[in-house]
C-alpha cells in the first residue's frame, strides 16, 4: 500500500526529490517498492531484522543506525506514537535544516495524529495526498520538540525505550511463563523472541544454565537487553527467530512469541516460531511457550512434539510445556 501511495504521489507531481544527495528512508516494510527513486541515492535505515533481511536481499543499501547526512528523508509510520515522534527526530537531526522530509502511513498507523502533531508543534505541513487507506505530506526539516527525542524507560529496574514490545511494563504473558518455569532448567537455553530480556533474566535465576542465547529481531529492543543483562552466561543475537539456525541445539527454548505482523493477528507468525523451536532444540528437549488463548497453537504443538501439555494460564493466556521434538517436522 506504501509502494502504491508513494509511485501514485511521485507520478502525480505533487512531490519531488531533490536532484541531489542521499535519500534517507525510515523503517519501511519489507514489501515497500520504491519506484522512482535511483537506487543508488537510497539509504535504508531499519532495526528490524526480515525487513533488513530483504532489503539487503535487493541489494538496496541497508543499515540498523542512521550515519551520515542526507538531503531529504521518508518517514515510515510505526504504529506507536512514540516511536513515531523519536523516528522524526531522528530523521531531521540527518538533514539540513529546511530540507524536505516525507512522512507516511495508514490511518491505522495514527498518520492523522502526527499531522496534528506537526501542526500543533509550530509547522506548516504540505496538503497530505491520501491513497490505499493512508497518507503522505511533506514538510520541511526544522528542530522538533525535545521531548519528543528517544527516551529510555524504567520498568521494575529494567530499561526499554520506545517502540519496543512492553515498553511500559512486564507482560502478563512473559510474568506467567516466568512463574511457572521449573526450579532447573538445562544448562543450555534459548530466548526466541527475547525482547529487552525480562523472561531471560528470570532464566538466569534457575540453578544449573551455563548458557542463554537471546534471539531478538528489534534491534533497540536487543540493545536494551544488552543493559539489562550483564551476566557472561548471556549471549544475544539479532536475528529472525524464525529463520534461526543454533551451532548447537537447546536443551531448553522459552518462548513469548509475537502473532501480530500488522494490526491484525496473525497465527503464521507465531507458528513459525514453533517451528523454528523445534528445529532448534536437541531430540530430548523442551519448550516452554506462553500464547494469547484465542490462539490455535495446540493442532501445530501435537505436530511438532511428542509430547504436550498445557501448563496453566488465566482468562488471557496459556502456556504450554512441549517435549521432545519430532525430527524433520520443523524443517522449512
Known sequence: MRSERLTAALNSGAFAWPEEGRFLILRPRAEDYF?????DRLQVVTGFRPDFDAFSARRIPVAAKVEGAFSAALVCLPRARDLSRAMLVEAVAALPEGAPVWVDGQKTDGIESVLKDLKGAGLAPGEAYSKAHGKIFMFRAAPLPQDWAAQDHQVDGFTTRP??????????GSALLAAALPEKLHSRVGDFGAGWGYLSSEVLKRPGVQDLHLIEAEAEALDCARRNITDPRAQFHWADATTFKAEVPFGVIVCNPPFHTAREADPKLGIAFLQAAARNLTTSGT???VANKQLPYEPELQKLFREVEMIGGDNSFRLWRASRPIQGKGAK
Open 163 to 172: 517502540g519496543v514490545f512492553s515498553a511500559d511494563g512486564i507482560d502478563r
Open 35 to 39: 519506484d522512482g527513486i535511483p537506487a
Open 287 to 289: 519448550l516452554w511457550l
